[in-house]
Structures are given as C-alpha cells and as structure tokens.
C-alpha cells in the first residue's frame, strides 16, 4: 500500500546519509563523504560530533555512555569516550573483507558489525560476508557468516537479533546467546526470492527490494529503507509489506530510524544514489522526517 503520508526536510545539503539514531534529544547521523558524525536537533540545527576521516558508518553506544563508530574504509571500530578523547575500540581487517558497514550494540555492549563483502564502488563480484562481534573490551570474532550484505540491524527486546542482507531481498534473525554468540537462523522476511550470485547489476536487477538501514517498532514490524526503490519499507515478519513510503523528486533512500520524543518519528536518509564519486562532489543528500503511530522498539 503506498503511503499517504507527508515527507517534511529536517535538513539538507549533507552529502550522504546513513545510520541515523536518537539519542539525548536529537539525532546522530553519519555522513560518509563529509566524513564525520552530526548530530540535528529537531528544528534540523547540525552540530559536529566527530570527524572519521576512513569514512563513518553504524554507531550505537556501550552501557556506559561511550559511543562506537564505524571506520569504514580502515575497518576499524572507534571508541569515542565521554570525556570526548578517541581510540580505536577494534581491529577488523583480519575478519572482513570489505568496508565496513552498519552496527548494532547490545545491552550488554557487544557490537554486531556487517561488512560488504567484496569491493562494491570499484565493482567487484559480490561475495558473500561475515557478521562480526566485537565484545565490550574489544575482542573480535566471526559471529555468523555467508550472508549477504549484511546491513541495517536491530535487536528486539526479547533478544533477536534482526540484519538486513541487501543483495538476498531478505531479514535474516538470529537468537543471541547468553555469551553473545548466535544461534537458530532464520528468515524474518524473505520479501522476494534470493537472486543466485553473480556480478552487482546482474543481482540487484533480479529484484526490486534491497534493504538497507532499518528501525524496529513496538508492534515488531521493521522499517526498511529499499535501496532499489526510493522508497521506505514497513514489513511484517513472514516478508509482506503493508506500506511502502514513497521519496520526493527522484530521491532514493538508504537509512531510517525511528525515534524523536515519543519514538514515533520516523526519519529517512535520502539521496540522489548510493555513488560514491557523484555523492562526495555534490551536497544532495536530505533528511526526511514524518510521524507514525507505532513507536519505537528495541535497539538501536
């Protein structure tokens, strides 16, 4: 069902979005080609709140307030501590083999970090990643592998762990154990069938759902930001999408969350494409803001 819902520009002129969280009032947002983390309040000021000269990505924060940040093109895990000093929280060249991409922290501080895979802007054959878990002291290791892209993820309050797999047109949810490792994978939503592997165009033109950043909400559907389809995704486990939130002018999207002071803002990171060359020489990007009626849920 398309959506009738109105899109209002909380702000403009980024480069390019991604992983947007609420967090003390407003929200943080990574963008990539200004390489550095902002934060917006609701009236859409910008703030500084980091720089990442390797390119940021998934945030989220440790039980005691430290925030974690993803380098992605140096495939580190920043630690940036309350006191505002930083340093690096993990090393995860040895267990990727692409950028880094998204992350999701746990209640207990264990981040789940995604990579790509293989070289996406310089157009290597789709591979298929690892998930990674960094524990709270910075200890790294495989969490669950052969999937997809592993993007946008979240965790419920029960304790499922929720990743998007944006070359399968699927969310794949894992059980996490009591000492963090996973268990019972399975399909949450297999929107469309898996395209068999094969080089990008080929794979992503076999179907037309690609989700990317996602939020959890109360009544445990996800929000989905399609890559393929300019528009936000609401999907219901089993696969069927009961509302799909269109962009405005020609504008793709690829993040959301949900959030704002009574968690029912649901916020859309938007830009022309997902190019690294165009979206680094160009200030393009938006962020879209409208109200749902289910809340927020679980992490991040």
Known sequence: MTSQRTLTTLFEGGSYFECPRWREDRWW?????????????????????????????GLGWLPGGDLLVVSMKDRRVLRRKVDGSIATHAELSDLTTGHLNDLVVDGQGRAFVGNFGFDLMAGGQPAPAALVRVDPDGAATIAADDLWFPNGMMITDDGTLIVAETFAARLT?????????????????????????ADTETMLSAVSFAPDGCALDAEGHVWAAN???A?????????????????????????????GPDGRTLIACAAPDFHEQAR?????????????????????
């Open 173 to 197: 949810a894992f059980d996490i154990q009591a000492d963090g490792s996973l268990a019972n994978r399975r399909a949450w939503a297999q929107v469309q069938p898996a395209p068999e592997p």
């Open 29 to 57: 947002v990574s963008d990539f080609y200004r390489h550095a983390v902002f934060t917006y309040d609701p009236e859409g000021r910008e703030q500084l709140a980091l720089e990442v000269e390797a390119q940021p990505s």
């Open 227 to 229: 890559a393929l389809g």
């Open 231 to 259: 528009a936000v995704c609401h999907v219901a486990p089993g696969g069927r999408i009961v509302e799909e939130l269109p962009m405005p002018g020609g504008l793709g999207v690829f993040a959301c969350g949900l959030g």
């Open 280 to 300: 680094a020489a160009a200030r393009e990007a938006v962020l879209l803001t409208t109200t749902v009626e289910v809340p927020h849920a679980g992490l991040p």
